[in-house]
Each structure stands twice: as structure tokens, then as C-alpha cells.
């Protein structure tokens, strides 16, 4: 798949605010920091489409991006970042949860996790919401740029063996820095839209 055209369509809270569900929808989750904004760009060629920060916990927010006219981007809001107050925490539990469960046009989720950490409780909360749910999923390693090949052959087992990773999903590791993992994700991308049935709205 080519990435012709990207833009930014709007940011919400909840439902009242997501845009109309009549394209393919495909979204990323993972703890503040991991890379998700980042890998957003990367994907659509565009440096500051997805707002990136130095400083974790910023966006609390949805964001929509449609990309070729056809479907859609999300960005959804980080977890895990310990100097956010409880209540705040609760808030994004249901903004996320709420989006993953009630979603009809939602064909796939990006779990990120860096590729140098131990995955968290709160990242295997997110690997088993997923299944849960029903949602086919990709796990993805980022900022894979920061580990030697054989470093990465020792974390691969770690982060396999922390989710645990079930055999019918995918570890693939990606950089936002040099563009590896850019042309894999786009064909599941591709395969998760051609697969795609879209209620009407
Ligand atoms: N070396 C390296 N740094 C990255 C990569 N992806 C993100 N970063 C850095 O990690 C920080 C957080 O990235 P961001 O995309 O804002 O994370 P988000 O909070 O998950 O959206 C920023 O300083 C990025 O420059 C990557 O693939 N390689
Ligand atoms: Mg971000």
C-alpha cells in the first residue's frame, strides 16, 4: 500500500465526538512515550502530522486522521505514566475501553511497546482487553533503533514470554528513526481494510 494523501480530521473524548464511522478504521495504543505519535508520522511520511513530545502523558485525547480517503488513523490517548492523578487514570480506562468496545467500524489495533522494556501490567491488561474484545491485533516494537540484532534476539523472548504473546499474533519491529517495520505494518494495514465490513452509518 502507497500513503497518497493523510490528514487530520478531529480529537475527541467519547463517542458524541468521534467522527461518522463509515470508513475502515485502524488504531494505536500503548504507555505515553512509547512512540506512537511517532510511528503515526513515520507511517504517513509527516513530520509533525501526530504531535510528539519529550514530555509523557500529554495527549488525553482520540485523535482521528484519515488517510487516502479511505480510512482512518487513531491515536489513542497513552497509559502508564505515574504522575497522573487516579481520577485521570479511571477517565482514560473508560475513553479507551469505551472506544475499543463500541467501535463497529474498527479493524485492528496496534499495541506499541518499547522494544528495550519489560511489557508492564498495564500492557498485558491491554493484550488481553484486545482478545477480549475480539479485535485482531499487532504488537509492535519500538524504537528498535536503540538495540543491536542480538539484543533483540534476547528481548524478543522476554517481551514474548511477559504478554504472553499467543502464536496467532505478530511481534514486528519497527523505527521511527530509519523506517523499519513502515512497509510490514502497511500490509497488514491493507489486509485488515480489504477484509473490512463497515456498518452503514
Ligand atoms: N530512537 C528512537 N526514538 C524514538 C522512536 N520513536 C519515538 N522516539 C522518541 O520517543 C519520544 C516519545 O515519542 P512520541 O511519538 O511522542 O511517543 P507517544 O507518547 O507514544 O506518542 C520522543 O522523544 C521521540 O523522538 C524511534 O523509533 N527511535
Ligand atoms: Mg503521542
Known sequence: MKIQ????????????GYPPGDLPEVAFVGRSNVGKSSLINKMLNRKGLARTSKTPG?????????????????????YGYAKVPEEVRVRWGKMVEGYLKNRANLQGVFLLLDCRHVPTA???QMYQWLA???VPAVVVATKIDKLSNNQWAKQQ??????LPLSPE???????????????????????????????NP
Open 132 to 134: 477480549h474484545y475480539g
Open 157 to 162: 523472548g522476554v517481551i514474548k514470554r511477559t
Open 58 to 78: 500529554r495527549t488525553q485525547l482520540i485523535n482521528f486522521f484519515r488517510v487516502n480517503e479511505n480510512f482512518m488513523m487513531v491515536d489513542l490517548p497513552g
Open 169 to 199: 499474533h505478530r511481534l514486528v519491529p519497527f523505527s521511527a528513526e530509519t523506517g523499519r517495520g513502515r512497509e510490514e505494518l502497511l500490509e497488514v494495514i491493507a489486509q485488515w481494510i480489504a477484509q473490512a465490513t463497515v456498518p
Open 122 to 124: 498495564q500492557d498485558k
Open 5 to 16: 494523501s493523510s490528514e487530520f480530521i478531529t480529537s475527541a473524548v467519547n463517542p458524541g
